[in-house]
Protein backbone atom coordinates (compact mmCIF):
# COMPACT_ATOMS: atom_id res chain seq x y z
CA UNK A 1 0.00 0.00 0.00
CA UNK A 2 1.19 3.68 -0.43
CA UNK A 3 1.53 3.74 3.32
CA UNK A 4 4.51 0.83 3.35
CA UNK A 5 5.67 2.39 0.02
CA UNK A 6 5.98 5.65 1.92
CA UNK A 7 7.94 4.48 4.77
CA UNK A 8 9.78 2.36 2.40
CA UNK A 9 11.17 5.71 0.74
CA UNK A 10 11.44 7.61 4.40
CA UNK A 11 13.13 4.51 6.27
CA UNK A 12 16.51 6.58 6.22
CA UNK A 13 15.26 9.74 7.01
CA UNK A 14 14.55 9.18 10.38
CA UNK A 15 15.25 11.53 13.09
CA UNK A 16 15.17 14.17 10.85
CA UNK A 17 13.62 17.50 12.55
CA UNK A 18 12.23 19.08 9.28
CA UNK A 19 11.37 17.97 6.12
CA UNK A 20 13.38 18.76 3.14
CA UNK A 21 12.62 19.21 -0.37
CA UNK A 22 14.05 16.28 -1.32
CA UNK A 23 12.45 14.74 1.25
CA UNK A 24 9.25 15.53 0.19
CA UNK A 25 10.03 15.37 -3.14
CA UNK A 26 10.72 11.56 -2.93
CA UNK A 27 7.33 11.23 -0.65
CA UNK A 28 5.46 12.61 -3.27
CA UNK A 29 6.50 10.31 -6.29
CA UNK A 30 4.97 7.82 -4.26
CA UNK A 31 1.59 9.72 -3.93
CA UNK A 32 1.32 10.97 -7.41
CA UNK A 33 1.89 7.52 -8.61
CA UNK A 34 -0.49 6.06 -6.17
CA UNK A 35 -3.63 9.08 -7.14
CA UNK A 36 -2.67 8.43 -11.14
CA UNK A 37 -3.75 4.68 -10.19
CA UNK A 38 -6.81 6.02 -8.12
CA UNK A 39 -7.85 7.67 -11.74
CA UNK A 40 -7.54 11.25 -10.15
CA UNK A 41 -6.88 13.49 -13.56
CA UNK A 42 -4.07 14.19 -14.68
CA UNK A 43 -4.09 17.79 -14.06
CA UNK A 44 -5.90 17.77 -10.38
CA UNK A 45 -2.70 15.55 -9.59
CA UNK A 46 -0.36 17.63 -10.78
CA UNK A 47 -2.09 20.86 -9.30
CA UNK A 48 -2.33 18.73 -5.76
CA UNK A 49 0.74 17.75 -5.53
CA UNK A 50 2.00 20.96 -6.18
CA UNK A 51 0.11 22.53 -3.46
CA UNK A 52 0.93 19.86 -0.80
CA UNK A 53 4.53 19.94 -1.59
CA UNK A 54 4.66 24.02 -1.04
CA UNK A 55 3.41 23.28 2.29
CA UNK A 56 5.49 19.94 3.43
CA UNK A 57 8.83 21.50 2.58
CA UNK A 58 9.95 22.66 6.20
CA UNK A 59 7.28 21.39 8.01
CA UNK A 60 8.14 20.42 11.50
CA UNK A 61 8.30 16.33 11.98
CA UNK A 62 6.23 15.93 14.68
CA UNK A 63 7.96 13.67 17.71
CA UNK A 64 5.50 10.74 17.59
CA UNK A 65 5.36 10.58 13.76
CA UNK A 66 8.10 9.50 11.02
CA UNK A 67 8.55 11.69 7.91
CA UNK A 68 6.49 9.39 6.29
CA UNK A 69 3.30 9.90 8.70
CA UNK A 70 4.18 13.49 8.47
CA UNK A 71 4.09 13.45 4.33
CA UNK A 72 1.11 11.57 4.49
CA UNK A 73 -0.50 13.71 7.31
CA UNK A 74 -0.27 16.41 4.93
CA UNK A 75 -1.49 14.72 2.19
CA UNK A 76 -4.65 13.43 3.85
CA UNK A 77 -5.53 17.05 4.99
CA UNK A 78 -5.04 18.47 1.61
CA UNK A 79 -6.56 15.96 0.13
CA UNK A 80 -9.79 16.08 2.44
CA UNK A 81 -9.76 20.04 2.15
CA UNK A 82 -10.29 19.46 -1.60
CA UNK A 83 -13.33 17.25 -1.51
CA UNK A 84 -14.94 19.99 1.03
CA UNK A 85 -14.09 19.53 4.19
CA UNK A 86 -17.40 18.75 5.77
CA UNK A 87 -20.67 16.66 4.55
CA UNK A 88 -22.96 18.80 2.53
CA UNK A 89 -27.29 17.60 2.58
CA UNK A 90 -29.42 18.75 0.31
CA UNK A 91 -31.81 21.31 1.87
CA UNK A 92 -35.25 20.91 1.44
CA UNK A 93 -37.35 24.14 1.26
CA UNK A 94 -40.70 24.23 3.93
CA UNK A 95 -43.15 21.77 3.75
CA UNK A 96 -45.53 23.51 2.28
CA UNK A 97 -43.61 24.53 -0.85
CA UNK A 98 -42.24 22.45 -3.54
CA UNK A 99 -38.12 21.60 -3.98
CA UNK A 100 -37.37 20.55 -7.38
CA UNK A 101 -34.49 18.41 -8.04
CA UNK A 102 -33.23 17.33 -11.24
CA UNK A 103 -31.54 14.24 -12.17
CA UNK A 104 -28.36 14.44 -14.80
CA UNK A 105 -25.89 12.52 -16.42
CA UNK A 106 -24.87 9.79 -18.69
CA UNK A 107 -26.78 6.80 -19.24
CA UNK A 108 -26.02 4.38 -16.97
CA UNK A 109 -24.80 6.42 -14.53
CA UNK A 110 -27.08 5.75 -11.76
CA UNK A 111 -30.29 8.66 -12.33
CA UNK A 112 -33.25 6.03 -12.03
CA UNK A 113 -32.01 4.01 -9.25
CA UNK A 114 -30.72 7.29 -7.44
CA UNK A 115 -33.64 9.31 -8.05
CA UNK A 116 -35.32 6.77 -6.37
CA UNK A 117 -33.01 5.94 -3.11
CA UNK A 118 -33.49 9.62 -2.60
CA UNK A 119 -36.95 9.32 -3.06
CA UNK A 120 -36.98 6.86 0.03
CA UNK A 121 -34.77 9.27 2.55
CA UNK A 122 -36.98 12.44 1.84
CA UNK A 123 -39.95 9.80 2.62
CA UNK A 124 -38.42 8.53 6.10
CA UNK A 125 -38.38 12.16 6.69
CA UNK A 126 -41.70 12.90 6.76
CA UNK A 127 -42.05 14.54 2.83
CA UNK A 128 -44.63 13.78 0.42
CA UNK A 129 -41.95 13.02 -3.06
CA UNK A 130 -43.28 12.53 -6.22
CA UNK A 131 -41.00 10.60 -8.61
CA UNK A 132 -41.31 11.90 -12.32
CA UNK A 133 -40.12 10.03 -15.54
CA UNK A 134 -38.50 12.74 -17.72
CA UNK A 135 -36.78 9.75 -19.74
CA UNK A 136 -39.03 9.03 -22.67
CA UNK A 137 -36.85 7.90 -25.18
CA UNK A 138 -36.00 4.31 -23.76
CA UNK A 139 -39.33 2.50 -23.04
CA UNK A 140 -37.93 0.39 -20.39
CA UNK A 141 -36.84 3.37 -18.18
CA UNK A 142 -40.34 4.43 -17.32
CA UNK A 143 -41.62 0.97 -15.93
CA UNK A 144 -38.29 0.98 -13.85
CA UNK A 145 -38.73 4.13 -12.64
CA UNK A 146 -42.15 3.06 -11.72
CA UNK A 147 -41.19 -0.39 -10.32
CA UNK A 148 -38.55 1.28 -8.09
CA UNK A 149 -41.53 3.78 -6.68
CA UNK A 150 -43.52 0.88 -5.76
CA UNK A 151 -40.63 -0.33 -3.83
CA UNK A 152 -40.35 2.36 -1.94
CA UNK A 153 -43.94 3.54 -1.73
CA UNK A 154 -43.04 6.87 -3.47
CA UNK A 155 -45.97 8.30 -6.25
CA UNK A 156 -44.06 8.17 -9.79
CA UNK A 157 -45.94 10.59 -12.59
CA UNK A 158 -45.61 9.43 -15.56
CA UNK A 159 -47.21 10.53 -19.22
CA UNK A 160 -45.68 7.93 -21.37
CA UNK A 161 -43.47 8.67 -24.19
CA UNK A 162 -44.76 11.30 -26.48
CA UNK A 163 -44.07 14.16 -24.48
CA UNK A 164 -41.33 16.54 -24.20
CA UNK A 165 -39.63 16.24 -21.24
CA UNK A 166 -39.86 19.93 -20.16
CA UNK A 167 -43.83 19.39 -20.59
CA UNK A 168 -43.50 16.38 -18.17
CA UNK A 169 -41.46 18.60 -15.57
CA UNK A 170 -44.47 20.96 -15.91
CA UNK A 171 -46.96 19.25 -15.79
CA UNK A 172 -45.10 16.95 -12.29
CA UNK A 173 -44.86 20.12 -10.44
CA UNK A 174 -48.50 20.84 -11.12
CA UNK A 175 -49.93 17.47 -10.12
CA UNK A 176 -47.40 17.98 -6.85
CA UNK A 177 -49.10 21.54 -6.32
CA UNK A 178 -52.28 19.76 -6.73
CA UNK A 179 -51.56 16.74 -4.41
CA UNK A 180 -49.74 18.68 -1.28
CA UNK A 181 -46.62 16.97 -2.20
CA UNK A 182 -43.34 18.50 -1.46
CA UNK A 183 -40.43 17.10 -3.40
CA UNK A 184 -40.45 16.43 -6.90
CA UNK A 185 -37.58 14.82 -8.52
CA UNK A 186 -37.12 14.21 -12.00
CA UNK A 187 -35.43 11.46 -13.58
CA UNK A 188 -34.24 12.52 -17.42
CA UNK A 189 -32.93 10.66 -19.99
CA UNK A 190 -28.69 10.10 -20.38
CA UNK A 191 -26.66 9.24 -23.75
CA UNK A 192 -23.99 6.87 -23.76
CA UNK A 193 -21.78 10.37 -24.36
CA UNK A 194 -22.48 14.06 -23.77
CA UNK A 195 -24.44 15.01 -26.65
CA UNK A 196 -26.41 18.65 -27.29
CA UNK A 197 -29.70 17.47 -27.40
CA UNK A 198 -29.72 16.16 -24.57
CA UNK A 199 -27.95 19.23 -22.58
CA UNK A 200 -30.58 21.30 -24.46
CA UNK A 201 -33.30 19.00 -23.01
CA UNK A 202 -31.93 19.55 -19.73
CA UNK A 203 -31.21 23.86 -20.02
CA UNK A 204 -34.91 23.73 -21.12
CA UNK A 205 -36.58 22.05 -18.17
CA UNK A 206 -34.27 24.51 -16.25
CA UNK A 207 -35.64 27.29 -18.04
CA UNK A 208 -39.33 26.19 -17.23
CA UNK A 209 -39.33 24.74 -13.95
CA UNK A 210 -37.97 25.87 -11.02
CA UNK A 211 -35.16 24.04 -10.25
CA UNK A 212 -33.58 23.72 -6.92
CA UNK A 213 -30.71 21.39 -7.27
CA UNK A 214 -29.54 19.91 -10.53
CA UNK A 215 -27.78 16.23 -9.45
CA UNK A 216 -24.95 15.31 -11.21
CA UNK A 217 -24.86 11.72 -11.25
CA UNK A 218 -21.22 9.91 -11.87
CA UNK A 219 -20.12 6.33 -12.20
CA UNK A 220 -17.08 6.49 -9.87
CA UNK A 221 -16.05 3.28 -11.91
CA UNK A 222 -15.58 5.86 -15.22
CA UNK A 223 -12.87 7.24 -13.81
CA UNK A 224 -10.56 10.08 -15.50
CA UNK A 225 -13.79 10.06 -17.89
CA UNK A 226 -15.62 11.34 -15.53
CA UNK A 227 -13.81 14.71 -15.26
CA UNK A 228 -15.08 15.37 -18.80
CA UNK A 229 -18.12 14.72 -18.27
CA UNK A 230 -18.59 17.10 -15.28
CA UNK A 231 -16.80 19.98 -16.97
CA UNK A 232 -19.62 19.96 -19.30
CA UNK A 233 -22.23 19.86 -17.18
CA UNK A 234 -21.42 22.37 -15.25
CA UNK A 235 -20.62 24.94 -18.73
CA UNK A 236 -23.74 23.46 -20.54
CA UNK A 237 -26.35 22.91 -17.73
CA UNK A 238 -24.95 24.19 -14.24
CA UNK A 239 -25.05 22.13 -11.81
CA UNK A 240 -25.48 22.19 -7.78
CA UNK A 241 -24.07 18.92 -6.71
CA UNK A 242 -22.52 15.54 -7.28
CA UNK A 243 -23.90 12.17 -6.43
CA UNK A 244 -21.15 9.88 -6.87
CA UNK A 245 -22.13 5.97 -7.86
CA UNK A 246 -20.92 2.00 -7.49
CA UNK A 247 -18.57 2.89 -4.74
CA UNK A 248 -19.16 -0.58 -3.69
CA UNK A 249 -16.98 -1.60 -6.36
CA UNK A 250 -13.27 -2.22 -6.17
CA UNK A 251 -12.71 1.63 -7.57
CA UNK A 252 -10.34 3.29 -5.62
CA UNK A 253 -12.55 6.28 -5.82
CA UNK A 254 -10.22 8.60 -7.55
CA UNK A 255 -13.64 10.49 -9.48
CA UNK A 256 -14.23 11.98 -6.18
CA UNK A 257 -11.35 13.82 -5.59
CA UNK A 258 -11.19 14.83 -9.29
CA UNK A 259 -15.18 15.86 -9.66
CA UNK A 260 -14.91 18.30 -6.45
CA UNK A 261 -11.80 20.06 -7.63
CA UNK A 262 -13.51 20.62 -11.39
CA UNK A 263 -16.56 21.65 -10.41
CA UNK A 264 -16.17 23.43 -7.44
CA UNK A 265 -19.40 21.41 -6.07
CA UNK A 266 -20.12 19.63 -3.29
CA UNK A 267 -20.69 15.64 -3.34
CA UNK A 268 -23.97 15.16 -1.90
CA UNK A 269 -24.40 11.38 -1.46
CA UNK A 270 -22.06 8.11 -2.33
CA UNK A 271 -24.02 4.92 -3.71
CA UNK A 272 -23.06 2.22 -2.22
CA UNK A 273 -24.98 -0.55 -4.60
CA UNK A 274 -28.07 -1.48 -5.96
CA UNK A 275 -30.65 -2.12 -3.41
CA UNK A 276 -32.78 0.95 -2.95
CA UNK A 277 -30.83 1.63 0.53
CA UNK A 278 -27.49 2.04 -0.71
CA UNK A 279 -26.87 6.00 -0.38
CA UNK A 280 -24.83 6.77 2.22
CA UNK A 281 -23.28 10.16 3.45
CA UNK A 282 -20.03 11.18 1.42
CA UNK A 283 -17.32 11.63 4.05
CA UNK A 284 -14.25 13.22 2.41
CA UNK A 285 -11.91 12.08 5.11
CA UNK A 286 -13.11 8.23 4.20
CA UNK A 287 -12.99 9.01 0.84
CA UNK A 288 -9.44 10.10 1.30
CA UNK A 289 -7.85 7.41 2.94
CA UNK A 290 -9.56 5.16 -0.06
CA UNK A 291 -7.92 7.23 -2.38
CA UNK A 292 -4.55 6.81 -1.29
CA UNK A 293 -5.70 2.98 -0.32
CA UNK A 294 -4.37 3.18 3.54
CA UNK A 295 -7.43 1.58 5.31
CA UNK A 296 -7.90 3.49 8.36
CA UNK A 297 -4.39 4.33 9.13
CA UNK A 298 -4.41 8.20 9.18
CA UNK A 299 -7.10 7.56 11.70
CA UNK A 300 -4.39 5.20 13.62
CA UNK A 301 -1.69 8.23 13.47
CA UNK A 302 -3.79 10.45 14.59
CA UNK A 303 -5.25 8.71 17.56
CA UNK A 304 -1.83 7.80 18.99
CA UNK A 305 -0.77 11.30 18.09
CA UNK A 306 -3.02 12.74 20.68
CA UNK A 307 -2.95 10.55 23.04
CA UNK A 308 0.10 8.13 23.36
CA UNK A 309 2.06 9.84 25.84
CA UNK A 310 5.50 9.81 24.47
CA UNK A 311 7.69 9.50 27.27
CA UNK A 312 4.94 7.04 28.82
CA UNK A 313 5.50 4.31 25.51
CA UNK A 314 9.08 4.70 25.27
CA UNK A 315 9.51 3.59 28.64
CA UNK A 316 7.38 0.88 28.03
CA UNK A 317 8.33 0.12 24.92
CA UNK A 318 11.82 -0.89 26.67
CA UNK A 319 10.23 -2.99 29.25
CA UNK A 320 8.38 -5.20 26.64
CA UNK A 321 11.81 -5.36 24.66
CA UNK A 322 13.10 -6.65 27.78
CA UNK A 323 10.27 -8.70 28.71
CA UNK A 324 10.09 -6.55 31.98
CA UNK A 325 6.33 -5.27 31.18
CA UNK A 326 4.57 -5.65 34.73
CA UNK A 327 1.19 -5.16 36.10
CA UNK A 328 1.93 -1.83 36.71
CA UNK A 329 2.54 -0.84 33.49
CA UNK A 330 -0.31 -3.35 32.63
CA UNK A 331 -2.65 -1.37 34.24
CA UNK A 332 -0.93 2.01 32.39
CA UNK A 333 -1.27 0.34 29.05
CA UNK A 334 -4.81 -0.15 29.82
CA UNK A 335 -5.60 3.17 30.21
CA UNK A 336 -3.77 4.16 27.17
CA UNK A 337 -5.78 2.08 25.71
CA UNK A 338 -8.57 3.42 27.01
CA UNK A 339 -8.19 6.85 25.99
CA UNK A 340 -7.80 5.69 22.41
CA UNK A 341 -11.22 4.25 22.29
CA UNK A 342 -9.81 0.70 23.03
CA UNK A 343 -7.29 -1.46 21.42
CA UNK A 344 -9.91 -3.02 19.69
CA UNK A 345 -10.62 -0.08 17.92
CA UNK A 346 -6.72 0.66 16.99
CA UNK A 347 -5.75 -2.90 15.88
CA UNK A 348 -9.49 -2.90 13.57
CA UNK A 349 -7.73 -0.01 11.65
CA UNK A 350 -4.66 -2.32 10.94
CA UNK A 351 -4.49 -3.67 8.09
CA UNK A 352 -3.99 -7.98 8.71
CA UNK A 353 -5.27 -8.02 12.04
CA UNK A 354 -8.13 -9.29 13.56
CA UNK A 355 -9.60 -12.97 14.36
CA UNK A 356 -8.94 -14.58 17.91
CA UNK A 357 -5.88 -11.98 18.87
CA UNK A 358 -8.33 -9.37 18.48
CA UNK A 359 -11.38 -10.19 20.20
CA UNK A 360 -8.56 -11.27 22.83
CA UNK A 361 -7.16 -7.81 23.63
CA UNK A 362 -10.74 -6.64 23.40
CA UNK A 363 -12.16 -8.56 25.99
CA UNK A 364 -9.13 -7.12 28.25
CA UNK A 365 -10.14 -3.67 27.77
CA UNK A 366 -13.68 -3.90 28.35
CA UNK A 367 -14.70 -0.94 30.21
CA UNK A 368 -16.53 -3.35 32.81
CA UNK A 369 -13.62 -5.52 32.48
CA UNK A 370 -11.46 -2.59 33.51
CA UNK A 371 -12.71 -1.77 36.27
CA UNK A 372 -12.21 -5.11 37.61
CA UNK A 373 -8.79 -5.42 36.69
CA UNK A 374 -8.06 -2.46 38.04
CA UNK A 375 -9.46 -2.96 41.38
CA UNK A 376 -7.11 -6.64 41.28
CA UNK A 377 -3.69 -5.04 40.50
CA UNK A 378 -4.68 -2.53 42.91
CA UNK A 379 -4.94 -5.09 45.58
CA UNK A 380 -1.68 -6.60 44.68
CA UNK A 381 1.43 -5.73 46.64
CA UNK A 382 4.11 -3.79 44.56
CA UNK A 383 6.36 -6.37 44.55
CA UNK A 384 3.60 -8.95 42.88
CA UNK A 385 2.88 -6.23 40.40
CA UNK A 386 6.74 -6.47 39.60
CA UNK A 387 6.92 -10.27 39.97
CA UNK A 388 3.99 -11.77 38.77
CA UNK A 389 5.68 -15.15 38.81
CA UNK A 390 5.61 -15.26 42.64
CA UNK A 391 1.79 -15.03 42.80
CA UNK A 392 1.13 -17.92 44.89
CA UNK A 393 -2.64 -19.04 45.23
CA UNK A 394 -2.99 -17.75 48.85
CA UNK A 395 -1.55 -14.50 47.70
CA UNK A 396 -4.24 -14.71 45.13
CA UNK A 397 -6.94 -15.57 47.12
CA UNK A 398 -6.09 -12.29 49.24
CA UNK A 399 -6.02 -10.20 45.90
CA UNK A 400 -9.48 -11.79 45.33
CA UNK A 401 -10.91 -10.84 48.64
CA UNK A 402 -9.55 -7.05 48.42
CA UNK A 403 -10.48 -6.89 44.98
CA UNK A 404 -13.99 -8.49 45.69
CA UNK A 405 -13.73 -10.59 43.01
CA UNK A 406 -13.66 -14.48 42.88
CA UNK A 407 -10.66 -15.92 42.53
CA UNK A 408 -11.13 -17.59 39.07
CA UNK A 409 -11.07 -13.97 37.81
CA UNK A 410 -7.92 -13.48 39.13
CA UNK A 411 -5.97 -16.79 37.81
CA UNK A 412 -7.71 -15.33 34.83
CA UNK A 413 -6.20 -12.09 35.44
CA UNK A 414 -2.51 -13.23 35.31
CA UNK A 415 -2.97 -15.59 32.42
CA UNK A 416 -4.27 -13.08 29.85
CA UNK A 417 -1.70 -10.83 31.43
CA UNK A 418 0.96 -13.94 30.44
CA UNK A 419 -0.62 -13.74 27.03
CA UNK A 420 -0.72 -10.40 26.65
CA UNK A 421 3.00 -9.84 27.19
CA UNK A 422 3.77 -12.78 24.56
CA UNK A 423 1.27 -10.87 22.19
CA UNK A 424 3.36 -7.17 22.70
CA UNK A 425 6.51 -9.43 22.08
CA UNK A 426 5.25 -10.42 18.83
CA UNK A 427 4.24 -7.17 18.00
CA UNK A 428 7.20 -4.78 17.71
CA UNK A 429 5.39 -3.30 14.61
CA UNK A 430 2.92 -1.91 16.99
CA UNK A 431 4.45 -0.76 19.70
CA UNK A 432 7.53 0.38 19.26
CA UNK A 433 10.36 0.34 16.22
CA UNK A 434 9.24 0.78 12.90
CA UNK A 435 6.55 3.57 12.23
CA UNK A 436 2.42 2.95 13.78
CA UNK A 437 3.46 4.67 17.29
CA UNK A 438 6.60 5.07 15.77
CA UNK A 439 9.24 6.57 17.59
CA UNK A 440 11.53 8.14 15.14
CA UNK A 441 15.45 7.09 15.45
P1 LIG B 1 -29.40 5.61 -15.40
O1 LIG B 1 -29.29 5.15 -16.81
O2 LIG B 1 -28.49 6.76 -15.13
O3 LIG B 1 -30.81 5.89 -15.00
O4 LIG B 1 -28.86 4.42 -14.50
P2 LIG B 1 -29.67 3.33 -13.67
O5 LIG B 1 -30.28 3.92 -12.46
O6 LIG B 1 -30.60 2.59 -14.59
O7 LIG B 1 -28.49 2.40 -13.19
C1 LIG B 1 -27.68 1.67 -14.09
C2 LIG B 1 -27.20 0.40 -13.40
O8 LIG B 1 -26.33 0.75 -12.34
C3 LIG B 1 -28.32 -0.38 -12.78
O9 LIG B 1 -28.08 -1.75 -12.98
C4 LIG B 1 -28.24 -0.06 -11.30
O10 LIG B 1 -28.72 -1.09 -10.50
C5 LIG B 1 -26.77 0.14 -11.14
N1 LIG B 1 -26.42 1.01 -10.00
C6 LIG B 1 -26.85 2.27 -9.74
N2 LIG B 1 -26.28 2.77 -8.64
C7 LIG B 1 -25.46 1.80 -8.16
C8 LIG B 1 -24.57 1.70 -7.02
O11 LIG B 1 -24.39 2.62 -6.21
N3 LIG B 1 -23.89 0.53 -6.89
C9 LIG B 1 -24.06 -0.50 -7.78
N4 LIG B 1 -23.35 -1.61 -7.56
N5 LIG B 1 -24.86 -0.44 -8.82
C10 LIG B 1 -25.55 0.70 -9.03
MG1 LIG C 1 -32.52 6.00 -16.13
Known amino acids: SLSEKLQNVFKNLRGKGRLTEADVKAGLKEVKLALLEADV ?6 QFIKAVEERA ?27 GSETTEIKLRPSNEITVIMMTGLQGAGKTTTAAKLAGKFKIKGRKVLLTACDVYRPAAIKQLQVNGEKQGVEVFSM ?17 KKHGMSVVILDTAGRLHIDESMMEELVEIKENVNVD ?6 DSMTGQDAVNVASTFVDKVGIDGV ?8 TRGGAAL ?20 DLEQFYPDRMASRILGMGDILTMIEKAQESIDEEQSKK ?6 KNQFDFEDYLESMRQMKKMGGIGALLSMMPGMGGAQMKQLEDAVDEKKMARIEAMILSMTVKERQNPSILNPSRKRRIANG ?5 SEVNRLVKQFEQSRKMMKQMPGLMGGKGKFGKKG
Open 403 to 407: AGVDI
Open 57 to 83: VGTDVLESLTPGQTVIKIVNEEMVKLM
Open 213 to 218: YSILVV
Open 243 to 250: ILTKLDGD
Open 258 to 277: SIRAVTGKPILYVGMGEKLS
Open 316 to 321: MVQKMK
Open 41 to 46: SFKVVK
Open 160 to 176: GDQNKPVDIAKAAVEHA
